[in-house]
């Protein structure tokens, strides 16, 4: 029989097992060793896994180009340049567009709906300068023609299922026709586009774009409160003054990106 361990008597009888010690140092540097290049290898995996990319930004300012609002629009071809480098400092893409509208009782010698669809921050500018106030009849607008052009006439990502992040400003002093929203004028039983609040949002929320809505005069309070109610994603703000709104848009846009 082989003993492979030592053995030593103590007494009579009385065998005491004395295992070999093992000589960890060699063994033990070997193991530390692995575990290092382990890490290393580890740390240049991750270093050179793709980072996660930020969405782009496509922007839709949806203003209400009647004669109030003169001085807005004057900043909204400033504010396009503003919002275009806080994108760029964000390090995504950015591309903007333009829906401005007037009223129904304009359609017939100016327009009802004007649309930039998104493009450089350059072509924005230029339609942008091209845009003045006119117009505007009775109280409330043509809101509802405006946002549906929003939807529809605008080439959002989505649409080419492709990831972005789209918002729309809307920027405006007046609400639609129709006396639920609170203000009196030709077409109290609603617009005359026969758009409802309910199809609008239905619309609106089936594209997943983010609604901003900047209120230039509290005559627009209930009908954010019913925008408020409908749209999926709503936030807004009220303007004070037509040099508050760059600030506001930016503000705006940085809450976007941080809710991503």
Same mark, same amino acid.
């Given at each position: 029989?082989?003993?492979?361990?030592? !053995?030593? @008597?103590?007494?009579? /009888? =009385?065998?005491?097992?004395?295992?070999?010690?093992?000589? $960890?140092? =060699?063994?033990?540097?070997?193991? /530390?060793?692995?575990?290092?290049?382990?890490?290393?290898?580890?740390?240049? @995996?991750?270093?050179?896994?793709?980072?996660?990319?930020?969405?782009? !930004?496509?922007? %839709?300012?949806? @203003?209400?180009?009647?004669? #109030?609002? &003169?001085?807005?629009?004057?900043?909204?071809?400033?504010?396009?340049?503003?919002?275009?480098?806080?994108?760029?400092?964000?390090?995504?893409? &950015?591309?903007?567009?333009?829906?401005?509208?007037?009223?129904?009782?304009?359609?017939?010698?100016? $327009?009802?709906?004007?649309?930039?669809?998104?493009?450089?921050?350059? /072509?924005?500018?230029? $339609?942008?300068?091209?845009?003045?106030?006119?117009?505007?009849?009775?109280?409330?607008?043509? %809101?509802?023609?405006?946002?549906?052009? %929003?939807? =529809?006439?605008?080439?959002?990502?989505?649409?080419?299922?492709? &990831? +972005? #992040?789209?918002? !729309?400003?809307?920027?405006?002093? *007046?609400?639609?026709? &129709?006396? %639920?929203?609170? *203000?009196?004028?030709?077409?109290?039983?609603?617009?005359?586009?026969?758009?409802?609040?309910?199809?609008?949002?239905?619309?609106?929320?089936?594209?997943?774009?983010?609604?901003?809505?900047?209120?230039?005069?509290?005559?627009?309070?209930?009908?954010?409160?019913?925008?408020?109610?409908?749209?999926?994603? $709503?936030?807004?703000?009220? @303007? +004070? +003054?037509?040099?508050?709104?760059?600030?506001?848009?930016?503000?705006?846009?940085?809450?976007?990106?941080?809710?991503?």
């Amino acid at each position: 029989m082989c003993i492979r361990d030592s !053995v030593s @008597i103590v007494a009579k /009888n =009385e065998v005491k097992i004395i295992k070999p010690k093992r000589n $960890f140092s =060699e063994e033990d540097s070997k193991q /530390n060793d692995l575990s290092s290049n382990e890490m290393i290898n580890e740390s240049e @995996i991750r270093s050179l896994q793709p980072k996660e990319q930020k969405k782009d !930004v496509d922007v %839709v300012i949806c @203003i209400d180009a009647t004669s #109030s609002m &003169g001085p807005f629009i004057m900043q909204c071809k400033e504010a396009i340049e503003v919002l275009s480098k806080k994108i760029e400092e964000s390090e995504r893409k &950015g591309r903007f567009g333009i829906v401005a509208y007037r009223d129904h009782c304009d359609a017939d010698y100016t $327009f009802l709906t004007k649309v930039c669809d998104l493009t450089t921050v350059q /072509n924005a500018e230029e $339609f942008l300068g091209g845009l003045s106030a006119s117009g505007g009849g009775d109280f409330p607008e043509a %809101v509802f023609d405006g946002l549906v052009d %929003v939807i =529809e006439k605008i080439s959002w990502k989505s649409k080419e299922n492709k &990831g +972005s #992040s789209q918002i !729309v400003f809307h920027i405006c002093d *007046a609400p639609p026709h &129709g006396s %639920v929203f609170g *203000a009196r004028g030709l077409y109290d039983d609603g617009c005359p586009c026969k758009m409802t609040m309910k199809l609008l949002s239905k619309m609106l929320n089936k594209t997943r774009i983010h609604y901003k809505l900047l209120k230039c005069s509290n005559s627009v309070d209930r009908m954010s409160d019913i925008f408020q109610r409908h749209f999926k994603f $709503f936030d807004s703000r009220s @303007i +004070s +003054s037509p040099e508050s709104l760059i600030p506001s848009l930016l503000s705006m846009l940085v809450a976007d990106f941080s809710s991503e």
